[in-house]
């Protein structure tokens, strides 16, 4: 009983490590590679500079990590959505804009072509996709439509040939870097429909917002589509509906509750090892009640957050997974991790303010991820009609 | 050319490795077992003769069950074909011991070439890859920094002292590499998912025809007495000069009268 707990990691408390399979371990010990040495030592600059490394495109497509989850007929690696998920942790470990990318190209971009498109938009796009040869984005998110997606402003007018776009999309991941947009649009009838945009279309332009203080190594841009005129097979057959859109963000919420935990185990390591070596009043700042409180409130967020995405992976895997559940995980994980963040910023004392260390970068990054893919209120309320039957979303 | 590439399956190293209270051996509880980094070093260099000159790369390993995550791992590299060797005779066998069964193994496949890394980071013994090229009777070259093949013949560099010697070695040879000698790629998904429907045989001693009295524990030379942790670092001592040129000074004959390295 007095023993030490025998953990691999200081994160891994519960020995979650013990639940993985052979290959969702390789998978992730592959990536974490990856980030040690292609993300990390340069990720404090690109973050100042304002710099998303498109160089890193390509490595991640030829390492199988873009729509990881999807199958292998199609280009992906297949793999099961725990190791998708671990892929996912290691990515935010290095930073969330690079966990951004992925997310959006592979749940955003590649599932909406595989679960709506037709067989061949699948094989066109999604090998391409895949290698990081095309990459893409995907505007739902209007200046006047965030939360409310419902209440969207752009137009689908179709043509003999076709469909004409117009509208504004705002806040767009990956948008100005992007050779294809997945837009959603209202047609005559009302009906939300999904499309293929190609952004070399004429009419189509993307502006990037250069004054953001968070998630800084990450492109995000406004699209404008002036009178966007698409061939009809460049519309998605099966995305009818707002609801097809929702079911994307449940796909891209799932990454985001594991990729939490990676940047929330960053912070915390971090913490953790520099209290050990920090010395003030002739002691080491880990000897004091209130940072070991600190680090203790983060190692329960962290363990508890760990636990929560396991176990949705294996609802995911089992094929029992209830959006609702996504937004437990997306709404606790998130959450969790800007706080321990925001802990771990303390415990550095002045030296985390730097983008020497990690902690304040994550700290900014996350509040991004707690508002983007449903922010921390819409979850709320999500989840609160989901257990008491009552919508509380106040739509006047 | 079919190269075999010996792999040999470690604690990782970046992790606290904890002796057994008994002094017996280390404890295995809550390690990380991976791919010795010099044998990803020497699937690389295997991957790349395939790639220039075509062939096949076979890895094999001798080890416990556990040891064949760290086939998986070269296959999920892109080695075409793994095998293991476990033999419960084989738990304690010695350098020499593992050495005749992987040249057992070896002698029993194609091999133009045959690369093992360096060292294994769990006992840095550098033995297997020397005994093994003379069980075969073979040439060798150990810690290789580059390796170019040519007709029958294989052109190595390794680095010595103040120098590069450049070596003509007649294949087929056995070579250990440096860590140098390339950078090795990442297992990608699509290859660790691959690597994971692969067929790995494993072999026992009587598949190889090899008798565990001259291999196995019984036969070892050599045997582990006790295992000591390394001894505490003991505090250093911090000096606050009053001037630059002091701490010069002070840092100095530290060097010259405790370190006694100048
Ligand atoms: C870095 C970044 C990248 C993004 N990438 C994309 C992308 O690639 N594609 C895309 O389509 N979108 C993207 N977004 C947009 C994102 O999804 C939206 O910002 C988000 O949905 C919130 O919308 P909003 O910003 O308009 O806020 P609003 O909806 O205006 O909400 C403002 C505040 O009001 C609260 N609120 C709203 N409604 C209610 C209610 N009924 N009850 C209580 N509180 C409420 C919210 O919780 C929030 O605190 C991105 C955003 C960021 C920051």
Redesign the interface.
């Given at each position: 009983m007095a023993q030490q707990v025998a953990y691999r990691a200081p994160s891994d408390f519960y020995a979650v490590e013990d639940l993985l399979t052979d290959v969702q371990r390789s998978a992730r010990d592959t990536v974490r590679r990856f980030v040690d040495r292609e993300v990390l030592p340069h990720i404090g600059r690109w973050w100042l500079e304002g710099h998303f490394p498109t160089e890193l495109v390509p490595k991640l497509g030829e390492l199988g990590v873009l729509g990881a989850n999807l199958p292998e007929e199609y280009g992906c690696a297949g793999l099961d959505n725990i190791a998708y998920g671990l892929l996912m942790q290691e990515l935010e470990r290095g930073d969330s804009g690079i966990r951004s990318f992925a997310s959006v190209q592979g749940a955003l971009v590649m599932y909406p072509i595989y679960a709506y498109g037709s067989e061949d938009q699948r094989r066109h796009y999604l090998p391409k996709l895949a290698r990081g040869e095309l990459v893409g984005c995907f505007g739902l998110t209007e200046p006047t439509a965030g939360s409310d997606p419902a209440a969207m402003n752009t137009r689908a007018r179709k043509t003999a040939r076709g469909w004409v776009l117009s509208g504004t999309k705002m806040w767009i991941t990956n948008g100005s870097i992007a050779h294809l947009a997945i837009v959603w649009a209202r047609d005559e009838a009302g009906t939300v429909r999904g499309f293929i945009v190609p952004t070399d279309t004429p009419g189509f332009s993307a502006h990037d917002i250069h004054t953001k203080v968070s998630m800084r190594a990450s492109v995000t841009s406004e699209l404008v589509l002036d009178e966007v005129e698409i061939p009809d097979d460049l519309a998605l057959p099966g995305a009818v509906g707002l609801g097809k859109a929702l079911g994307c963000l449940t796909q891209a919420r799932y990454g985001i509750a594991w990729g939490a935990v990676g940047a929330a185990v960053a912070c915390f390591e971090e913490a953790l090892s520099y209290a050990r070596d920090r010395v003030a009043f002739g002691r080491p700042i880990a000897a004091t009640q209130i940072v070991q409180e600190r680090l203790v409130d983060m190692l329960t967020k962290i363990t508890t957050s760990q636990l929560v995405a396991y176990r949705l992976g294996q609802l995911k895997d089992a094929g029992r997974m209830h959006y609702a559940q996504v937004s437990l995980a997306k709404r606790h994980n998130v959450r969790a991790a800007l706080e321990v963040a925001r802990e771990a910023r303390q415990v550095l004392g002045a030296y985390g303010i730097t983008t020497e260390y990690h902690a304040m970068r994550h700290a900014a990054n996350l509040e991004s991820v707690d508002t983007y893919e449903g922010t921390y209120d819409i979850h709320t309320l999500i989840l609160g009609r989901e257990i008491t039957g009552h919508e509380a979303f106040g739509r006047a | 050319m079919d190269v075999v590439v010996c792999v040999k399956q470690v604690p990782d190293t970046e992790?606290p490795i904890r002796v057994r209270a008994d002094g017996s051996g280390i404890d295995e509880?809550?390690?990380?077992w991976i791919l010795n980094y010099y044998d990803e070093h020497a699937v690389e260099e295997a991957l790349r003769v395939r790639e220039r000159h075509g062939g096949t790369v076979t890895v094999v390993c001798v080890g416990p069950p556990r040891a064949t995550?760290a086939l998986?791992?070269a296959l999920?590299m892109g080695a075409d074909e793994a095998v293991h060797v476990w033999d419960p005779a084989l738990e304690g066998a010695d350098h020499l011991g593992v050495s005749r069964v992987l040249a057992e193994v070896v002698r029993r496949m194609p091999h133009d070439l045959v690369l093992c890394g360096r060292l294994a980071t769990d006992d840095n013994a550098s033995v297997v890859g020397a005994a093994l090229a003379e069980y075969l009777g073979l040439a060798q070259a150990t810690a290789i920094a580059k390796l170019e093949i040519g007709d029958g013949v294989a052109t190595v560099e390794r680095e010595v002292e103040g120098g590069v010697e450049v070596l003509r070695v007649p294949l087929p040879a056995v070579f250990t590499v440096e860590r140098t000698i390339n950078e090795p790629r990442?297992?990608?998904?699509?290859?660790?998912?691959k690597a994971?429907r692969k067929e790995i045989r494993t072999l026992s001693l009587q598949d190889l025809g090899l008798d565990p009295a001259q291999v196995g524990a019984a036969a070892a030379r050599v045997r582990y007495a006790r295992f000591d942790p390394p001894p505490r670092r003991e505090a250093g001592r911090v000096v606050t000069p009053e001037s630059p040129e002091e701490g010069a000074r002070l840092i100095a004959q530290f060097l010259q009268d405790t370190a006694k390295v100048l």
């Open positions: - | 992790q509880q809550g390690l990380n995550e998986r791992t999920a990442y297992p990608t998904l699509p290859g660790i998912m994971k």
